[in-house]
Nanobody, 130 residues
Framework: EVQLVESGGGLVQAGGSLRLSCVASGFTFDDYAIGWFRQAPGKEREGVSCIASLDSRTYYADSVKGRFTISSDNATNTVALQMNSLKPEDTAVYYC???????????????????????WGQGTQVTVSS
């Protein structure tokens, strides 16, 4: 059974930092990507960042580029999202998800289509106060 478990959310003031972690287990894909998505109340789920397994290629949404950094530890199947210079508009539930077509879907195309990601975590709340 594929499982993804997020942790690290919380409440932070604007300008602060948080580090989210996603531990993935139970999968056997060779070409996969793990992505971070977020969903604010009343808004659609949006892709934030992803990292591909084959070449460690990363992708970031324009809204977080330069502020967020994604990284992976293949030994522990953990993907981290370091979030700096947080803004109130970053407030959302953050989800990690995995796709079995990592080379293709760790991209703007894939992050704009959350349904292309096959398994999802339960989400972690990030709240940025002004």
């Amino acid at each position: 059974e594929v499982q993804l478990v997020e942790s690290g959310g919380g409440l932070v003031q604007a300008g602060g930092s948080l580090r989210l972690s996603c531990v993935a287990s139970g999968f056997t894909f060779d070409d996969y990507a793990i992505g971070w998505f977020r969903q604010a109340p009343g808004k659609e789920r949006e892709g934030v960042s992803c990292i591909a397994s084959l070449d460690s290629r990363t992708y970031y949404a324009d809204s977080v580029k330069g502020r967020f950094t994604i990284s992976s530890d293949n030994a522990t199947n953990t993907v981290a999202l370091q979030m700096n210079s947080l803004k109130p508009e970053d407030t959302a539930v953050y989800y990690c998800a995995i796709t079995a077509v990592g080379y293709r879907y760790c991209s703007a195309y894939g992050l704009n289509r959350p349904r292309l990601y096959d398994y999802w975590g339960q989400g972690t709340q990030v709240t940025v106060s002004s």
